[in-house]
């Protein structure tokens, strides 16, 4: 069965130079862990170390999750990163301290919820600017925060925004220090202190580095560069952290030489897809032949678009539901049916791994 491998303690090295570099600049920051899915054990060895304790708050996207961090350490504090849905209000109140909304009726219905169980709920406004993303629109955000502040159990304890997670708008100085004004408006305006102007995350970091970010932006909201990294903004390796805090192995299950082309009339019931390794679509050599690897994994699994060999010889060919096939050519390091090919992943992939029932997840010590 195809594996992925958990380094620990490279992950929690990221933790602890983010950290670091983050308090040195007085930022506070929210550790995104939806990549790490509901896997309690990867979650808990994680969750268990030190490394955690000065973080602000972990941030999931799935309640579930925020169930099981709860069960995990109630005493950690959690925050949900992405809009609510209302039916969902009442384990969102119950489980996660803070929200991230955008939405009147869905914080009327954490009101209620937080009311009938006898607590106040604190979120995030989240504010649209530009990413086309979740958000109230700026020009309505006086008259949205005026009905807010006459829901008696909630608290709005900041603003947000996202920025470069759809389409990729780059968290300039300029669209960062609007977020920052905004907050001072509602601050003047309502005479209520705003804890947080949460607009930064991994893609933020290079920007940070060369001090580019405004003052008044003091939290992150950071996943990819702990599990990855890497900044999503140039996609390369940020400051010294760890690029190989997990590795994917699958095994070969079938070695043989094959024609590169298919034989035979092609129909539409395939369910997967595959790439011409070699010529064009115009002008196919059919002739040709090449070693291929059938692999333990297909697309229910993971989409091999978002997996890099470690033998940059290997090249993938095609995939289904549950089996991938890769080109290794003439097969010059003389890999064998039993073999294991080893995989770095980019951010989409992992998460698709640790959701996935049928990928075993090791945890290893190693640094």
């Not at 005026?146 to 100085?173: A, D, F, S």
């Not at 470690?310 to 096939?325: A, K, Q």
Request: hydrophobic residues 40%.
């Amino acid at each position: 069965m195809a594996r992925l491998l958990v380094h620990k303690e490279r992950i929690l090295d990221n933790i602890r130079k983010l950290d670091s570099l983050l308090r040195a600049q007085n930022k506070q920051w929210t550790l995104v862990v939806k990549a790490l899915g509901t896997d309690k054990r990867v979650l808990e060895s994680i969750l268990s170390d030190p490394a955690i304790t000065n973080i602000d708050s972990l941030g999931v996207s799935q309640w579930r999750t925020l169930k099981l961090i709860k069960e995990i350490n109630p005493e950690l504090r959690t925050m949900f990163i992405k809009p609510p849905s209302a039916r969902n209000a009442d384990k969102i109140v119950r489980y996660a301290d803070v929200s991230l909304n955008s939405s009147l009726i869905t914080i009327t219905a954490l009101n209620e919820a937080a009311e009938k169980q006898g607590i106040i709920h604190r979120i995030i406004v989240m504010i649209e600017m530009g990413e086309l993303r979740e958000g109230i629109e700026r020009e309505g955000l006086i008259p949205f925060y005026k009905k807010l502040y006459r829901l008696k159990n909630i608290e709005v304890i900041g603003l947000g925004t996202n920025l470069g997670c759809m389409v990729g708008i780059q968290p300039t100085y300029d669209k960062l220090i609007q977020l920052v004004l905004y907050k001072q408006l509602l601050e003047a305006k309502f005479k209520h202190n705003l804890d947080y102007v949460s607009g930064a995350s991994s893609i933020t970091l290079p920007l940070l580095e060369k001090g580019k970010i405004p003052k008044g932006i003091n939290h992150f909201r950071i996943g990819e560069a702990v599990f990855l990294g890497t900044s999503p903004l140039n996609n390369q390796p940020f400051l010294d952290l760890h690029t190989n805090a997990f590795t994917f192995e699958a095994s070969i299950l079938e070695l043989y030489r094959k024609d590169k082309q298919p034989d035979g009339v092609i129909s539409d019931a395939a369910v997967g897809h595959r790439e011409l390794s070699d010529g064009t679509p115009d002008e196919p050599d059919p002739h040709s032949s090449s070693y291929r690897a059938i692999v333990d994994f297909g697309i229910l699994d993971v989409d091999a678009d978002h997996l890099v060999p470690f033998d940059p010889g290997i090249r993938f060919f095609g995939n289904s539901s549950d089996l991938t096939v890769y080109d290794l050519g003439e097969n010059p390091n003389g890999y064998e049916t039993g073999d294991t090919i080893y995989f770095k992943l980019k951010y989409l992939a992992l998460a698709k791994l640790m959701y996935s029932r049928f990928v075993d997840k090791s945890i290893t010590g190693d640094l």
